[in-house]
């Protein structure tokens, strides 16, 4: 089974204020990918990022960056500077590398709000 | 390159009425999902389907809902009849297959979702 926690349900901060999304998973199998989504007001689901169980790098694009911690079965999502924009309700996701199993489990979301 | 496409954005409907959601999947991707998002909870899969094929609908409630996807491209879920739990966001997203060497594969592109009210 999988499961994937966000731990934090609402997160308030100003702009400019650097912030730290959490994420934890559980998963049996060797090879999966994990993800983060961004999803705005209007509804729709933005991919951000997908990271490979064998790939540790962090990774960094503009404001923001991720850190995979497979030792503690951590994807954290970090951004910097924050921006009104940056106000949506974010994702962490897990899926397995085998076909018969490529559904998306995801966590039940954080709210960011980001104040002028 | 245009992205998922749903139709209708919004529908309201009484108990014991029947709906039905349509999508239509990115060009040339061959596996199409359908999710149900709750309030206040993460998008919990439905049905997949690999080109025409449902190979998991496992989570998919199967005296109330179907799915079809016949030539492989846009796909339509049912709900025949509604009842109030069933109200949700109903998303669609796609993606280029579980299989294959492009670097996209296993990353799922969604639509901007159905939201249904059942009252």
């Known amino acids: 089974a999988q499961k994937v926690t966000q731990a934090q349900t609402e997160i308030s901060v100003v702009e400019k204020e650097d912030v730290t999304l959490d994420c934890v998973y559980e998963t049996r199998d060797t090879t999966y990918y994990l993800f983060w989504y961004k999803q705005p007001p209007s509804g729709e689901l933005v991919f951000l990022i997908r990271r490979n169980s064998f790939d540790e790098q962090n990774e960094i694009s503009g404001r923001y960056s991720w850190n995979f911690q497979k030792s503690t079965s951590s994807f954290n999502f970090t951004i910097t500077a924050s921006q009104v924009v940056d106000s949506a309700v974010y994702f962490c996701?897990?899926?397995?590398?085998?076909?018969?199993?490529?559904?998306?489990?995801f966590g039940k979301g954080i709210t960011l709000s980001v104040r002028p | 390159e245009a992205g998922v496409v749903q139709s209708p954005r919004y529908k309201i409907i009484e108990k014991k009425q029947p709906v039905a959601f349509w999508c239509n999947p990115i060009?040339?991707?061959?596996?199409l999902y359908w999710y149900r998002q709750n309030l206040g909870q993460g998008p919990e899969l439905l049905i997949r389907?690999?080109?025409?094929?449902?190979?998991?609908d496992s989570q998919l409630p199967k005296d109330r809902f179907s799915a079809e996807r016949l030539k492989g491209v846009d796909s339509t879920l049912k709900i025949q009849p509604a009842e109030l739990g069933d109200s949700a966001v109903y998303l669609c997203?796609?993606?280029?297959?579980?299989?294959?060497?492009?670097?996209?594969?296993?990353?799922?592109?969604f639509g901007a979702g159905t939201r249904l009210s059942v009252l």
């Open positions: 060009s040339g991707h061959n596996t």
């Open positions: 997203a796609s993606s280029a297959g579980t299989s294959g060497r492009t670097r996209s594969k296993n990353i799922q592109y």
């Open positions: 389907y690999e080109n025409e094929e449902a190979v998991d």
């Open positions: 996701a897990l899926s397995a590398n085998t076909g018969a199993n490529s559904k998306l489990t």
